[in-house]
């Protein structure tokens, strides 16, 4: 369970620097367990800025200049003591409360991914009570119907106005397609969704299932581009709002049905199935469920498009049983499958089987740092709206910590095609450069 909220010292907030020597006890203890665990960090370095009492710790300073580096100032030493309780969700949690600050956070993201077998010590000792009271709470996040409404109002329903002030114009919460790493995110936006539609050979004759509408970005370029018909459905009231406006207003509301419906409840048999970074908020023990469904609701010449951000296999379990800071803050009862599970679920399912799957992880990198950019651009915005300091440090520590893990590798996103039996996909995979006119 986290604590209770902490906020900066009086001295901090007046500018003056705290004296880490004339900390309570118990937080010197965790600073120094923190700097001995930081000493053994390969390949990059760390600097530990107490009112002004440098520490740099890890490579050695005459390391290559291309090594990373992160230059963390603590403001508190309550710092250490949310560390020490609850481990790296702790770390979040009191970058939220502006008890320490970063000048890259991407890297410090990526310093921890580097070192996370060294830096599981850092996860033990009283933080694995935190985190066992943690993985409580996150066993009652349940994807059942009622607990599915609730996990993505969480997020979802934040309000649309904020994600619009950081999203490309296609209104796409999910990774881009980039060709180059300066072109422009609605290129590269509009590159993926072009992409998804190719693969799946969309023509005016295609009905099109979506399961996940998000603010109807693929629903529109769809139907806009191609001349399906598509079915979209989504359990947020504000994205199906929104979703509905913007069909509304493109005048495609004979091409598009919008519905707000569990993806387990849906009914009918449909040419094509889209499903973009959805199954990420499932849950896992939904997993076999998703993919029947899936299944059931395709023709048997039908295919479907899977977006999925995954994570290594090897991994899969061990990530399951941690609550990390995404789980606690950002989307609570989401998991990150892997590729071999879902190739697993997939064969069980029934008679699908996957045709093709195009890994374009290094994109995401891309996206979260135009969306982490521009939500930066646009603080006086988001404040306006009435979101708080403590929210906005959320988002920025969310975006950047995402950012640092797909620069790594340590996450990836794939897209999978997959085919029923009488399912004829395209011979040739599309350009990555084609983007629809």
């Known amino acids: 369970m986290s604590n209770p909220e902490i906020t900066r010292s009086e001295a901090s907030i007046d500018g003056a620097p705290f004296d880490p020597q004339a900390a309570p006890w118990q937080d010197r203890i965790l600073r ?14 760390i600097t530990i800025d107490e009112a002004g009492q440098k520490t740099t710790l890890g490579t050695p300073a005459n390391a290559p200049e291309d090594t990373l580096h992160a230059h963390v100032r603590v403001h508190d030493s309550a710092f250490y003591r949310q560390l020490g309780l609850n481990g790296s969700v702790g770390a979040g949690e009191a970058y939220m409360d502006g008890l320490w600050d970063c000048d890259d956070l991407v890297a410090l993201t990526r310093i921890l991914v ?13 933080a694995r009570f935190g985190g066992w009271a ?17 996990n993505i109002a969480a997020h979802y329903d934040l309000g649309n106005e904020l994600f619009r002030l950081f999203l490309d114009e296609n209104m796409m919460y999910s990774s881009a397609l980039f060709e180059a790493e300066d072109e422009p995110l ?7 969704l072009d992409r998804i539609c190719r693969k799946l050979g969309l023509g005016p004759q295609h009905h099109v299932l979506e399961i996940g509408t998000g603010w109807g970005g693929f629903a529109l370029h769809a139907a806009r581009h191609y001349g399906c018909r598509v079915t979209t459905t989504t359990i947020s009231r504000e994205q199906h709002d929104l ?10 509301g004979d091409r598009i049905t919008l519905l707000i419906e569990d993806y387990r409840d849906l009914e009918g048999r449909f040419d094509r199935l889209v499903s973009i970074e959805m199954i990420e908020a499932i849950g896992h023990q939904y997993l076999d469920t998703y993919f029947r469904t899936v299944n059931r609701l395709l023709k048997p010449d039908g295919m479907a ?3 999925a951000i995954t994570i290594e296999d090897h991994r899969y379990r061990k990530a399951l049983k941690a609550v ?5 803050h950002i989307f609570p009862g989401s998991f990150i499958p892997s590729v071999g599970v879902m190739t697993g679920a997939i064969a069980r399912s ?11 992880g290094p994109s995401y990198a891309l996206t979260l740092r135009a969306w982490r950019q521009r939500f930066v651009a646009r603080l006086d915005a988001v404040r306006k709206l009435g979101y708080p300091e403590r929210f906005i440090r959320m988002w920025q520590f969310y975006l950047s910590y995402c950012e640092g893990g797909f620069l790594e590798r340590s996450i990836g996103d794939v897209q999978m095609l997959l085919c029923k039996p009488g399912a004829r996909p395209p011979q040739f995979a599309p350009r990555l450069d084609s983007v629809a006119d």
């Open 305 to 307: 498009l899977i977006q």
């Open 186 to 192: 609605e290129t590269a936006s509009t590159r993926k």
């Open 134 to 150: 943690m993985r409580g709470w996150n066993a009652l996040m349940r994807n059942t119907r009622r607990g599915s409404r609730r």
């Open 243 to 252: 979703a509905r406006q913007r069909v509304d207003a493109a005048g495609l």
């Open 32 to 45: 120094r367990r923190l700097l001995d665990t930081l000493q053994g960090l390969r390949d990059c370095r």
């Open 324 to 328: 990390d800071f995404i789980k606690r």
């Open 114 to 126: 580097r070192n996370r077998d060294h830096l599981d010590a850092l996860e033990a000792g009283f």
């Open 350 to 360: 029934g008679d699908m089987k996957l045709f093709n799957l195009e890994d374009i």
